[in-house]
């Protein structure tokens, strides 16, 4: 079992950051390679940004590309989304997640524990 509590989401101006922290607890985080996935009002949950295990290979989604990083400290059992030059379009709940699974990082189905969310809002 993995629980995992996400924070720093808030209400930021467009052009600000955030900083996005997502600790694990249970099983060991090494082993998951873990994501980010956000979603608007009104539209279905997305992909934003995964890395793997040992934290070598980053993925993101196009909107993401270039604006958002992922990180992960194991040491500390936390996955990391910094976000800059924020749009009211990136407006959503964000969640981060666990998956056993090597492959297919996009795809919500093949990630096993989900956050509760943390609320970034992006006004303009």
């Known amino acids: 079992q993995v629980q995992l509590v996400e924070s720093g989401g808030g209400l930021v101006q467009a052009g600000g950051s955030l900083r996005l922290s997502c600790e694990a607890s249970g099983r060991t985080f090494m082993n998951w390679r873990m994501g980010w996935f956000r979603q608007a009002p009104g539209k279905e949950r997305e992909f934003v940004a995964a890395i793997s295990r040992g934290g070598s290979a980053t993925w993101y989604a196009g909107s993401a590309k270039g604006r958002f990083t992922i990180s992960r400290d194991n040491a500390k059992n936390t996955v990391y989304l910094e976000m800059n030059s924020l749009k009211p379009e990136d407006t959503a709940v964000y969640y981060c997640?666990?998956?056993?699974?090597?492959?297919?990082?996009?795809?919500?189905?093949?990630?096993?524990?989900w956050g509760q969310g943390t609320q970034v809002t992006v006004s303009s």
């Open positions: 997640a666990a998956s056993w699974q090597s492959s297919d990082y996009q795809s919500q189905s093949t990630y096993d524990y």
